[in-house]
């Protein structure tokens, strides 16, 4: 898009701003001061809330928050509640320590179904910057700020993602920004939230469309990822998926534009990503499918798709999750994507190794295996889940989003509010199976929208008396530790709890809650090595007892080799401290990173089932899992060892490739027969696992006989034996017929 001959100019220099303290001060510095005091790096806040649901998983749960705890949360009070300049049904996001023309403020940001979004001050909620856009409206969009704290991206009624200076408001309109995220924004609408992820050295933006309430027109759901370095973008449609284009209103079928139609992504946070499969998913609702014959219509269904927006090509998706009854969903407007998927943490001792959970306007909850969606190695096929089950307190038409949160003891719990109540759920495993499945715990019919977790306090908004509140809750039986004073009508929005405050945007009303004394802060500095970085890479300010995360990111060739600093401890890319209590520095180092490549023969898998990048002189491990009635027979390669059924390689210092092999588990039938006939098949058989075995037996003259053993049974001269699942014998007895007189005579 060109360029455009200057800039907008935000409105908050023409607004009306009370005079604190902090507005007098600047009000007495000169123009040369404030130059220079921009062009100093101040510290960040780690602990920012830079998307919907926290983190790309948009697990909604922020593990970082210390102040408010379940001991003091029944204490916070309403710092603020101010009139926002525009409606909103969205959540807002936060980042701290912002540096804008007022002095160094931890900003909100909101977007207004109006395409308007706005920077509140988040310690008075004063207007800090606005912008407008102008379209068809509304869009429930939440806006999304980069990990690198420079700029906002927010939806805009005009179809465009929109890049806005996170301290003033700036737009940007050159390299091509703002991007197109629809050609009909007529008829496609902006629902979602927008999302980024960081992987494989780029950071990725994500906006999803849907239809306008009604459900009419030329709409298709389709995801736009965006590359914010090079502003490069994909677009991955969901009908018509083999048009990897924004189509345009009543344009040709399959070249610009479908025949199908109504179809779209609503899901209140859009993409998800998976740091686990590297993958992001988008659910859709409406529309036709038809892949499980060939087709390119995914409607009503879970994709997974590249971190580039891309799928397997041909308009393919990596893989694909279909519920059995998705013409009923369509026929009946009960859409699978009224919400997103929610990635979970798999019990110990799981064979499912990346798993997820989805619910819908059906009221249900589908357990899915990421590594096999379908359960058919392959996208396009119809069921496959792990488990169904109903949501525990249902309601029919079900918009909420469900909420993950790891507890102290390490398990994962699942969340599900709704306008008939609130349900924690527990993922558990199947002993038999080695499966997981949603354990119900505990429930509760008081309404709820979509619920967060911080500090392990779940807070939700639901009705009170009086109207509606903020509640507080023990995540892990549904207690009320805390509700609020009544916050005004709310139609889906979820709170946000950061740096020891809470926020909500109601309506047109925001609003803080908080313990009414800031704590002490300390600053966490990142150092990188050489070959990678870490991000945020500026200081970051972090409160009292607080945890921050960083996230580690190697340049394309290399690996994360080490990372150490604040106590804290990595998983995956992410580096999170420990509780700080002084200022601290967080070191990371990388090396030159080789591929170790898993293969897995017949009868058995090998997770991860990826190549693997694997750093210089560091091990890695793999799950060896034999089908049922199989054994490792053996693994070898890049000079590991197999301990039970976990192989660690070597130090790894050359690309190197890890092979399992899977063999019949066998066991020995012995045949114990005496004289007086013969049995075929004659001496002891080898068996596999779970197979039975035939002897025919056949007596000499005048001989009768008998069998048993191997819990088998006689069927004229065949003993058949039971499932062999251990060793064990077949006896077989010939005897005289003592019926038979020398004489050929039979005894009466």
């Not at 379940?70 to 980042?95: E, G, I, K």
């Not at 994507?337 to 009221?363: E, Y």
């Not at 719990?413 to 558990?428: D, E, I, P, R, Y």
Request: proline letters at 6%; glycine letters at 12%.
């Amino acid at each position: 898009m060109p360029a455009r001959a200057s800039p907008r100019r935000p409105r908050w220099a023409r607004m009306f701003v009370p005079l604190t303290v902090r507005r007098l001060e600047k009000l007495m510095r000169t123009k040369a001061l404030f130059v220079a005091c921009c062009m100093v790096s101040l510290p960040a806040a780690a602990a920012d809330w830079l998307q919907w649901g926290y983190d790309p998983a948009h697990s909604g749960n922020n593990p970082d928050e210390a102040t408010i705890t379940s001991s003091n949360v029944a204490q916070l009070t309403r710092r603020f509640d101010v009139t926002m300049n525009a409606q909103t049904n969205a959540a807002p996001v936060l980042a701290r320590t912002v540096a804008t023309p007022g002095g160094t403020r931890d900003l909100l940001f909101v977007t207004a179904q109006s395409g308007r979004t706005t920077a509140y001050d988040a310690a008075d909620g004063a207007v800090v910057w606005s912008m407008t856009t102008s379209g068809t409206s509304p869009t429930e969009s939440s806006p999304a700020i980069d990990p690198d704290r420079t700029f906002v991206y927010a939806y805009g009624v005009d179809g465009m993602v929109h890049k806005y200076g996170i301290g003033d408001g700036v737009e940007v309109t050159t390299g091509g920004w703002p991007q197109v995220a629809t050609l009909k924004p007529s008829v496609e609408k902006g629902a979602s939230a927008i999302a980024f992820a960081l992987t494989r050295g780029t950071t990725w933006l994500y906006v999803v469309n849907d239809g306008y309430i009604g459900d009419g027109g030329d709409y298709q759901g389709h995801v736009t990822a965006i590359d914010l370095a090079s502003s490069s973008q994909n677009v991955f449609n969901t009908l018509c998926s083999d048009v990897a284009i924004h189509m345009i209103l009543n344009g040709q079928n399959g070249i610009n534009d479908c025949s199908s139609r109504r179809n779209g992504i609503w899901g209140r946070s859009g993409a998800t990503y998976d740091a686990g499969t590297d993958r992001i998913y988008i659910t859709t609702g409406n529309g036709p499918f038809n892949a499980h014959t060939g087709g390119k219509n995914w409607g009503d269904s879970v994709l997974a798709l590249n971190p580039d927006g891309t799928g397997a090509g041909g308009g393919m998706p990596l893989d694909s999750y279909t519920p059995t009854d998705f013409q009923q969903l369509e026929q009946n407007d009960v859409d699978l994507g009224s919400a997103s998927l929610t990635i979970l943490r798999p019990p110990a001792g799981s064979t499912v190794q990346h798993l997820a959970v989805q619910t819908g306007k059906d009221s249900r909850l589908h357990l899915i295996d990421l590594d096999d969606m379908s359960g058919t190695g392959a996208p396009g096929g119809v069921g496959g889940a792990i488990d169904v089950i109903d949501v525990p307190i249902s309601q029919f038409w079900m918009k909420t989003q469900t909420t993950s949160w790891i507890a102290p003891d390490g398990a994962n719990w699942v969340f599900v509010g709704n306008g008939s109540g609130l349900s924690g759920l527990k993922v558990t495993l199947n002993a038999t199976t080695s499966k997981p499945y949603l354990q119900p715990t505990w429930q509760t019919n008081a309404n709820a929208t979509s619920a967060i977790v911080a500090n392990d306090v779940l807070y939700h908004i639901g009705s009170c008396s009086g109207g509606t509140c903020l509640f507080a809750r023990n995540p892990l039986t549904g207690a009320v530790l805390w509700t609020s004073a009544t916050i005004g009508s709310v139609k889906w929005q979820s709170p946000i709890v950061v740096n020891g405050a809470v926020y909500v945007a109601s309506n047109t009303r925001l609003q803080r809650f908080d313990l009414g004394s800031a704590p002490a802060t300390h600053v966490v500095t990142p150092a990188s090595g050489a070959h990678g970085r870490i991000v945020p890479g500026t200081a970051q300010i972090v409160d009292q007892n607080a945890t921050a995360p960083f996230t580690l990111v190697p340049d394309v060739g290399y690996a994360i080799s080490s990372a150490s600093g604040c106590s804290g401890e990595l998983e995956g890319n992410v580096y999170r401290t420990g509780p700080v209590n002084a200022d601290c520095t967080v070191q990371a180092t990388f090396a030159i990173v080789h591929t170790v490549t898993p293969q897995a023969g017949a009868h058995g898998q090998i997770a991860p089932s990826t190549p693997q990048g694997v750093a210089d002189g560091a091990t890695t491990s793999f799950i060896v899992t034999p089908d049922a009635h199989y054994m490792i027979d053996a693994v070898t390669g890049c000079g590991g060892a197999l301990a039970g059924n976990i192989y660690t390689t070597g130090a790894i210092t050359a690309d190197c490739t890890v092979s399992a092999t899977f063999a019949p588990i066998t066991h020995v039938v012995s045949l114990d027969a005496n004289a007086g006939g013969s049995v075929s098949p004659a001496g002891d058989q080898i068996v596999v696992d779970g197979a039975t075995v035939a002897f025919t037996i056949t007596p000499d003259a005048n001989m009768g006989f008998t069998a048993s053993g191997c819990g088998g049974a006689l069927d004229g001269p065949v003993f058949t034996t039971a499932p062999v699942t251990a060793a064990c014998t077949v006896t077989v007895i010939f005897t005289a017929d003592d019926r038979i007189f020398t004489d050929g005579f039979e005894s009466p």
